[in-house]
């Protein structure tokens, strides 16, 4: 079974609402290539190994949360940059990329998916005013020790995290990728813990200092689950096949 490209264009575009958002990059089609997609790849970032990866799977289109075309980038087609769109273009792959719309799904996002793996079963945007802000918040079922709370993210993500604080923990804001310096309006909610992707030298001294626990889990580990949902999503609703490709990425 296949969809077109198109198809595949205005499904996710009603899925994700990329209008909503002030985003840094352009979100949507952003390579064009073949029309007819039967078999869809996933993965967080438009890196080459990810493409090579795809091609070898005989991928029609690569969907990631990580694209191309960054406002502050060189815009010159040079070097590694051209060199990943040379390998799209001559095997005629599609890439679509949606950076703030996939970290915000409110169901299939990146950061409701984290929420999930955590055990929060209700999540909600913090900000719900402003779509913009990736920053999520919820409660545990009931109350648990830091340690015991980091020990289960830290299998379930497969990773280390490092973890800022102590004592107990029951309302948690979160915001996959690089959200540290949300930690402040994580703090004014009354968080006991804020978890995120990334860490900057100022994060410690703001969360010890507000009295917040936190913790940095891996911009790549917190960000692999939202581009998979949406993968499994298009492949029941559109009927073309889906693959899921995660490249390593310690950071």
């Not at 290539?33 to 070898?56: F, P």
């Not at 909610?189 to 009295?211: C, F, I, K, M, N």
Request: contains cysteine; hydrophobic residues 40%.
């Amino acid at each position: 079974m296949s969809c077109t490209r198109q198809d595949l264009r205005e499904y996710l575009d009603s899925l994700l609402l990329p209008d909503n958002f002030r985003d840094y990059c352009p979100n949507g089609l952003q390579v064009e290539g073949k029309s007819q997609i039967r078999h869809l790849v996933t993965g967080v970032t438009a890196c080459q190994a990810l493409i090579d990866a795809a091609v070898e799977a005989q991928a029609d289109a690569i969907l990631v949360h990580h694209g191309f075309f960054w406002r502050s980038e060189d815009p010159v087609v040079a070097g590694m940059k051209a060199r990943r769109l040379r390998a799209l273009m001559l095997n005629d792959v599609n890439l679509f990329a949606y950076h703030l719309p996939l970290d915000c799904h409110p169901e299939l996002g990146n950061n409701a998916q984290l929420g999930r793996l955590m055990g929060i079963s209700q999540t909600a945007p913090l900000v719900s005013s402003d779509p913009s802000i990736p920053v999520f918040c919820g409660d545990l079922n009931k109350e648990t020790s830091l340690s015991s709370f980091a020990q289960n993210l830290s299998s379930q993500l497969g990773r280390e995290l490092l973890i800022v604080g102590d004592g107990a923990v029951r309302k948690i804001a979160w915001c996959t990728g690089a959200g540290q310096h949300y930690i402040d309006m994580a703090a004014d909610a009354g968080a006991d813990l804020y978890v995120t992707g990334e860490v900057s030298e100022q994060t410690v001294h703001t969360a010890r200092e507000r009295g917040i626990s936190f913790i940095a889990a891996g911009h790549h580990a917190t960000e692999r689950y939202g581009v998979e949902a949406v993968g499994g999503q298009v492949a029941r609703e559109l009927g073309c096949s889906h693959q899921f490709i995660d490249i390593a990425n310690p950071a």
